[in-house]
T-cell receptor
Framework: AQSVTQLGSHVSVSEGALVLLRCNYS??????LFWYVQYPNQGLQLLLK??????LVKGINGFEAEFKKSETSFHLTKPSAHMSDAAEYFC?????????FGTGTSLTVIP | NAGVTQTPKFQVLKTGQSMTLQCAQD?????MYWYRQDPGMGLRLIYY???????DKGEVPNGYNVSRLNKREFSLRLESAAPSQTSVYFC?????????????FGPGTRLTVT
């Protein structure tokens, strides 16, 4: 069975500080992993995806994530937070045409 | 290219009323999905359709029915709405690129059942 765990339902960072959002997965097969962002009152937008081509994946808006098989993790980072990064972030794992989502992490950026 | 569209954007129902949420995609995707989003629970799959003419239950199908009308449209029906169905509903479609599927989401329908 596939599953995703996001540690920390709420994360607060100061503007300009490092953003680290944690995601651990459980998968019986090599996973395809995604990070989505949801701005208030909007749908989910793809930030980045891991498809086994490279362990460090770069996405939009300066975000990146590193796939670590030994730790079954796919944490999302951004070196310097911007006010516009305040949103809900979801990690997801894909198997076939099925997607399994984490419970989300709400990011607050403090000016 | 509008992507995935959903109607209505907002809806208030009384307990026991019925309604249909509409979803359409113009990307020629085979697979379509309905999710509900509740605080602290992420997205939970209600139903999905791998291709035109097929539908399958997801994690939380009770109280819902779906119709894959054609390749573009996938509707979700609440026959007798209950307060527990107050939620934000998202439709999505997916396309396969190589061995991985990528999902595209609509803007959501915010449903309140009183």
């Amino acid at each position: 069975a596939q599953s995703v765990t996001q540690l920390g339902s709420h994360v607060s960072v100061s503007e300009g500080a490092l953003v680290l959002l944690r995601c651990n997965y459980s998968s019986s097969v090599p996973p395809y992993l995604f990070w989505y962002v949801q701005y208030p009152n909007q749908g989910l937008q793809l930030l980045l995806k891991y498809t086994s081509a490279a362990t460090l994946v770069k996405g939009i808006n300066g975000f990146e994530a590193e796939f670590k098989k030994s730790e079954t993790s796919f944490h999302l980072t951004k070196p310097s937070a911007h006010m516009s990064d305040a949103a809900e972030y979801f990690c997801a794992v894909n198997t076939g045409n099925q997607f399994y989502f984490g419970t989300g992490t709400s990011l607050t950026v403090i000016p | 290219n509008a992507g995935v569209t959903q109607t209505p954007k907002f809806q208030v129902l009384k307990t026991g009323q019925s309604m249909t949420l509409q979803c359409a995609q113009d990307m020629n995707h085979n697979s379509m999905y309905w999710y509900r989003q509740d605080p602290g629970m992420g997205l939970r799959l209600i139903y999905y359709s791998a291709s035109e003419g097929t539908t399958d239950k997801g994690e939380v199908p009770n109280g819902y029915n779906v119709s894959r009308l054609n390749k573009r449209e996938f509707s979700l029906r609440l026959e007798s709405a209950a307060p527990s169905q107050t939620s934000v509903y998202f439709c999505a479609s997916s396309a396969r690129t190589g061995s991985v599927y990528e999902q595209y989401f609509g803007p959501g329908t915010r449903l309140t059942v009183t």
